[in-house]
């Protein structure tokens, strides 16, 4: 006699491998929501991004750092990942351009003060313009 799933169809093999996945992974992961919340908290990211561009106002990376992990962290598990992903993706490019350690070692505090809950407000300059 041989294997005993020698015998079951592919389709039967896929079946049972999603009905283990889920037990392992159980009822409340919510994983079909990762890629959505992924892509809100890459635009998140992107927004303070573009208004740290706008408001060109010395000083305020850091807070704008913050500020982008933290929304993009709101939004769930994918967001967190997303955050992580392009703040480290940032942080190895600016590095890797000539920035020093020390203000790498900085902003990335700040991406892990936001994305862990930290209010961004923590980093904000002195008279940034309300609107961010």
Same mark, same amino acid.
């Given at each position: 006699?041989?294997?005993?799933?020698?015998?079951?169809?592919?389709?039967?093999?896929?079946?049972?491998?999603?009905?283990?996945?889920?037990?392992?992974?159980?009822?409340?992961?919510?994983?079909?929501?990762?890629?959505?919340?992924? /892509?809100? *908290?890459? @635009? %998140?990211?992107?927004?303070?991004?573009?208004?740290? #561009?706008? !408001?060109?106002?010395?000083? &305020? =990376?850091?807070?704008?750092? /913050?500020? *982008?992990? @933290? %929304?993009?962290?709101?939004?769930?598990?994918?967001? #967190?990942? !997303?955050?992580?992903?392009? &703040? =480290?993706?940032?942080?190895?490019?600016? *590095?890797?351009?000539?920035?020093?350690?020390?203000?790498?070692?900085?902003?990335?505090?700040?991406?892990?003060?936001?994305?862990?809950?930290?209010?961004?407000?923590?980093?904000?300059?002195?008279?940034?313009?309300?609107?961010?």
């Amino acid at each position: 006699m041989g294997d005993v799933f020698s015998e079951v169809s592919a389709t039967m093999k896929l079946l049972l491998a999603g009905i283990v996945l889920i037990f392992i992974t159980g009822s409340e992961a919510q994983w079909y929501r990762f890629p959505l919340e992924a /892509a809100q *908290g890459a @635009y %998140d990211m992107g927004k303070a991004y573009k208004d740290m #561009r706008d !408001a060109n106002w010395i000083n &305020s =990376d850091k807070y704008f750092h /913050a500020r *982008g992990n @933290y %929304d993009a962290a709101q939004r769930g598990a994918g967001g #967190r990942w !997303a955050a992580e992903v392009i &703040s =480290d993706a940032r942080e190895w490019v600016q *590095g890797n351009s000539g920035r020093g350690a020390e203000d790498t070692e900085a902003d990335q505090e700040a991406n892990r003060w936001g994305r862990g809950g930290g209010d961004p407000n923590r980093y904000r300059p002195a008279g940034l313009p309300d609107k961010y």
